[in-house]
């Protein structure tokens, strides 16, 4: 059970000047993961959309300090939109890909109307399709030790209201050159208690079990939407 947040610091990410990021275009920051050491010493990957891409960070006790070397932006990504960018980043822990990070667009799709990703694989930069079951986009993705990628989805329209669905993927499936197709694990909508889900994260218990812990953005709408935090165990 969550029991609280300690050592907490809350404020803008910086340019190289040091100054905080200034054009609204360049600061929609939508996806981070840690790519190496730990929440104190370490260094991250942080998704842009509007200006898309994304930025390697130090991660210290003095904060966040921007490195200058992030990640190559694939081709394609010149048409996502200015607000369906690297909505999901994560880095494979176990699989075919270990420690190699992975990115999906929000809304980006093949000539098949399939979701696009993309893993950056030593030596190349690989293109990966995600079957497109309904009006969902991507929001986020987690990892698991042996590779396995949960990736949560999530649908809004004014009829309907918002939807949510996590899908499970096995890790070979990522290497296997085709469209993947998931598992749907759960889909929800708002006769069960969820909001504008859009953040994802997966661990172990010490008992073994898969432990999912999903956060809704409320966008700062705060008449209309929530946050709330879910936790599930697989």
Request: proline letters at 3%; a negative charge; hydrophobic letters at 40%.
């Amino acid at each position: 059970h969550l029991s609280g947040i300690k050592n907490v610091r809350l404020g803008p990410l910086m340019q190289k000047s040091g100054r905080p990021i200034s054009r609204s275009a360049d600061r929609d920051s939508e996806s981070i993961a840690l790519q190496s050491g730990n929440l104190e010493h370490g260094e991250v990957l942080i998704g842009f959309e509007g200006r898309h891409r994304i930025d390697r960070y130090e991660l210290s006790p003095d904060g966040l300090q921007i490195s200058g070397f992030g990640l190559s932006v694939p081709l394609a990504a010149g048409r996502m939109k200015s607000n369906q960018g690297f909505e999901a980043l994560t880095i494979l822990k176990g699989g075919p890909f270990k420690g190699v990070p992975i990115a999906f667009s929000e809304r980006l799709y093949d000539k098949a109307r399939n979701h696009t990703g993309w893993i950056w694989s030593p030596g190349a930069l690989r293109t990966i399709h995600l079957k497109n079951v309904g009006a969902f986009d991507i929001t986020d993705i987690a990892s698991l030790d042996d590779g396995t990628l949960f990736v949560l989805e999530r649908s809004f329209n004014w009829i309907e209201g918002v939807k949510m669905r996590l899908v499970r993927i096995e890790p070979d499936a990522l290497a296997s050159g085709h469209t993947i197709e998931g598992e749907t694990l759960i889909e929800a909508d708002l006769n069960d208690n969820i909001d504008n889900m859009e953040g994802l994260a997966v661990t172990r218990t010490k008992t073994g079990d898969i432990l999912i812990t999903m956060i809704s953005d409320d966008n700062f709408n705060h008449f209309v939407q929530r946050n709330v935090l879910l936790q599930f165990l697989l």
